[in-house]
């Protein structure tokens, strides 16, 4: 596809369960982010990937939010043992090599996670 | 990373222009300052991006000052479309840019 694809769209799952959420960047971009929004505010940074390493983590907010981008191109965030305060949009970017931005990083649709 | 205010909400009408201004006191010399836009239910969008003086593109324009401390976002005759939130961010232009997103400005344009 031409953009940036995140599935699912939707996921539902109980307190205490395990979820992936996969991100699909625009192909040949090698700079990839998560970020992930609640109702009425802007998007939190999670981590950032250049390639398959992620260069940034610091946004990750405990030990349960985990993610891989094991060939430089999809990428997968994992979160174990979910909470209720986990419930959120997660957004995901890619923009083109070096992270460079000039023209803006490009976002998917998101994945609304709602833990119950 | 240098901290970005908006106002929260803006109003405007349809066919009139809106200017959103974006304080950012301790931006850094390399620093370039960058807008999005997002709609209900989407990421965000990439509108315009400027380092100093004026940008403009199809969309929008942007103006930035001598001093760089503010910049302000210049949407021409606006419609019920661009009704959005808005974000003002600042950082690198090439390299790796963490792209800090503050609460942005939620524009309401009436008929």
């Known amino acids: 596809g031409a953009g940036v694809s995140q599935t699912p769209s939707n996921k539902v799952t109980e307190k205490g369960k395990y979820v992936e959420l996969r991100c699909d960047p625009i192909s040949g971009h090698t700079a990839l982010y998560w970020y992930r929004q609640s109702l009425g505010q802007g998007p939190e940074f999670l981590i950032y990937?250049?390639?398959?390493?992620?260069?940034?983590d610091s946004g990750l907010p405990n030990d349960r939010f985990f993610a891989v981008r094991p060939e430089g191109s999809v990428s997968t965030l994992k979160i174990q043992r979910t909470e209720r305060g986990d419930s959120a949009v997660y957004l995901c970017?890619?923009?083109?090599?070096?992270?460079?931005?000039?023209?803006?990083?490009?976002f998917g649709q998101g994945t609304r996670l709602t833990v119950v | 990373l240098a901290k970005t205010t908006q106002p929260i909400s803006m109003d405007s009408y349809e066919g009139q222009e809106v200017n959103i201004t974006c304080s950012h006191n301790?931006?850094?010399?390399?620093?370039?300052i960058t807008w999005y836009q997002q709609f209900p239910s989407q990421g965000p969008r990439f509108i315009i991006q400027?380092?100093?003086t004026k940008v403009t593109n199809e969309v929008a324009s942007l103006f930035i000052p001598a001093d760089r401390k503010s910049s302000t976002l210049s949407l021409p005759r606006v419609s019920l479309s661009d009704t959005a939130v808005y974000y003002c961010?600042?950082?690198?232009?090439?390299?790796?840019?963490?792209?800090?997103f503050g609460a942005g400005t939620r524009l309401a344009v009436h008929p």
């Open positions: 970017a890619s923009s083109p090599g070096g992270g460079d931005t000039t023209r803006g990083a490009f």
């Open positions: 301790n931006i850094a010399t390399n620093d370039y």
């Open positions: 990937f250049q390639g398959t390493g992620a260069a940034d």
């Open positions: 400027g380092y100093k």
């Open positions: 961010l600042v950082g690198l232009s090439g390299g790796y840019n963490k792209l800090i």
